[in-house]
Nanobody
Framework: VQLQASGGGLVQTGGSLRLSCVAS????????LGWFRQAPGKEREFVAS????????YYSDSVTGRFTISRDAAKNTVYLQMNNLKPEDTAVYYC???????????????WGQGTLVTVSS
């Protein structure tokens, strides 16, 4: 599986962006896809994830209520709608696929290249 992320950019505080991650290859119903981010000088952190079959979603506390993860099975694509962006959301965002939620959250099986999100104050 190959993952291609896009949609990053520069936005002002309070603005919105939508990231997309297109997966080539087969995504199985039990797989989970998600978004992680890494800010300069910090470790990579979990942002949000979705179970492919059920579309059940999970979020980190820092983005709950502001970010929404969704998927379009017909397009093999996962989205991350980011609203009310804050300067602390500035990071490189990566999409990843795991065999299941545990696999995704622990290490991720496949990773896409990052897309940079910069939120100016």
């Amino acid at each position: 599986v190959q993952l291609q992320a896009s949609g990053g950019g520069l936005v002002q505080t309070g603005g919105s962006l939508r990231l997309s991650c297109v997966a080539s290859g087969v995504i199985y119903s039990t797989n989970s896809l998600g978004w992680f981010r890494q800010a300069p000088g910090k470790e990579r952190e979990f942002v949000a994830s979705i179970i492919w079959r059920s579309a059940k979603t999970y979020y980190s506390d820092s983005v709950t209520g502001r970010f929404t993860i969704s998927r379009d099975a017909a397009k093999n694509t996962v989205y991350l709608q980011m609203n009310n962006l804050k300067p602390e959301d500035t990071a490189v965002y990566y999409c990843a696929l795991g065999l299941d939620q545990y696999d995704l959250r622990s290490s991720g099986r496949y990773w896409g290249q990052g897309t940079l999100v910069t939120v100016s104050s």
